[in-house]
Every structure is written in structure tokens, then in C-alpha cells.
T-cell receptor, first 114, second 115 residues
Framework: DGGITQSPKYLFRKEGQNVTLSCEQNLNHDAMYWYRQDPGQGLRLIYYSQIVNDFQKGDIAEGYSVSREKKESFPLTVTSAQKNPTAFYLC?????????????FGPGTRLTVT | AQSVAQPEDQVNVAEGNPLTVKCTYSVSGNPYLFWYVQYPNRGLQFLLKYITGDNLVKGSYGFEAEFNKSQTSFHLKKPSALVSDSALYFCAVSGGYSSASKIIFGSGTRLSIRP
């Protein structure tokens, strides 16, 4: 099956701990994205990557970090510097390039930090 | 700067009736417009997009959207609603080449179809 996988589905962490969310795609897409979803606020872009070994900050990058060492993988680390990390995190991918092709989303990871 | 607005937090429709979910946008240059649907605790699913050409775009599950340049709108429509259409719907916009592949999402509209 082609698609995007995110793991785990639910994640619980104590305040002050870093946590890494996994995102893998086998669609051969160049571009990958991380969004945060909070109730009533839609999706906000955290980081995106248009090619391996390159990534850019989105609108709310503070307290987050990413890497793109492989085309298929785009893990997101939520650091202890993120003030309000509890949220639903969505990973997406698209063909990429200069045109905004539609994005395909993973099932999401719900992170709860207490 | 590009932006997108979904003026209704919730839309309620009876099954079998037509439905409309509203979206307006603001971009510099030609817009690229998208609709996505999200079911509870799931990722977003792509429904349809407008890039250029015919103002009426047909998509998945019987949905369609009408691009209106003068009103800067891209409303989602369906002639006959199903209970299974109940979900959260997101409109999204990109300003095309000037912003590469970045897409801005609206805040979402919850569609509720009553039997």
C-alpha cells in the first residue's frame, strides 16, 4: 500500500522531556510537511522540506526541530522549549516542485504532555 | 500575504438536501485552491482542487466547488447530503509560484448531516 504512516498514534510525555514523532512515506514524494492542529484553529505549519537534507521553518517552528536525511522520512522532535506541546500533529507529503500540488496526510499523532 | 477564511464554524443540513460550505481567500496573483475533509482522529483527505480552467471543479464523493474570482470565493457544494458526509472540512489556498508548495489552511467548518 502506498501512503504515509505516523507513529505512534497516541503519545504521552512528562513536561521537560523531548519527544520525537515519526513520519514515513512511500509515495516517492519530494516534499514533506509537519502541521499542528488545535481545536478551532485549523492547521498551522511547523516545518517543511522540499528536498532531502533541506528544510524550512513554517509559521510556528519555535520549540520544534526536524531532520530530512532520507526522502522517505521526516521526523519531528518536540523539545522542552515548546511552551504548549499538547496537540494533534499531522505529517503530509506532496510531489513538490514549484507548483502547490495537493498534500497527502498521515493519520496523525496525538501528543499529551503533563 | 495569503489567507483563507471559512466564515461558518458549523453547518447543519438535513439528509437529502443540498449543502454548501463557504470559503473566501486572499492571495496575490493566481490562487491555487483546495478542499480537504477530516474524520474524527484522522488525517485530512484531499477532495478537490482548482488550479485553472473551468470554474466548477468536481471531486471525490460527489462534492464539487465553484471558483468565483470576483467574489474571491471557493464554496464547496453537494446536491444531496448524506449522513456519512458529517465531518470537518478545510479550505486551503496557495499563492502559487511565489510561495512554492506552502498551503494555508482555513480554520475548518464542521458539517453535520441529520437523518
Amino acid at each position: 500500500d502506498g501512503g504515509i504512516t505516523q507513529s505512534p498514534k497516541y503519545l504521552f510525555r512528562k513536561e521537560g522531556q523531548n519527544v520525537t514523532l515519526s513520519c514515513e512515506q512511500n509515495l516517492n514524494h519530494d516534499a514533506m510537511y509537519w502541521y499542528r492542529q488545535d481545536p478551532g484553529q485549523g492547521l498551522r505549519l511547523i516545518y517543511y522540506s522540499q528536498i532531502v537534507n533541506d528544510f524550512q521553518k513554517g509559521d510556528i517552528a519555535e520549540g520544534y526541530s526536524v531532520s530530512r536525511e532520507k526522502k522517505e522520512s521526516f521526523p519531528l522532535t518536540v523539545t522542552s522549549a515548546q511552551k504548549n506541546p499538547t496537540a494533534f500533529y499531522l505529517c503530509a507529503s506532496s510531489i513538490g516542485g514549484t507548483e502547490p500540488y495537493e498534500q497527502y496526510f498521515g493519520p496523525g499523532t496525538r501528543l499529551t504532555v503533563t | 500575504a495569503q489567507s483563507v477564511a471559512q466564515p461558518e464554524d458549523q453547518v447543519n443540513v438535513a439528509e437529502g438536501n443540498p449543502l454548501t460550505v463557504k470559503c473566501t481567500y486572499s492571495v496575490s496573483g493566481n490562487p491555487y485552491l483546495f478542499w480537504y475533509v477530516q474524520y474524527p482522529n484522522r488525517g485530512l483527505q484531499f477532495l478537490l482542487k482548482y488550479i485553472t480552467g473551468d470554474n466548477l471543479v468536481k471531486g471525490s464523493y460527489g462534492f464539487e466547488a465553484e471558483f468565483n474570482k470576483s467574489q474571491t470565493s471557493f464554496h464547496l457544494k453537494k446536491p444531496s447530503a448524506l449522513v456519512s458526509d458529517s465531518a470537518l472540512y478545510f479550505c486551503a489556498v496557495s499563492g502559487g509560484y511565489s510561495s512554492a508548495s506552502k498551503i494555508i489552511f482555513g480554520s475548518g467548518t464542521r458539517l453535520s448531516i441529520r437523518p
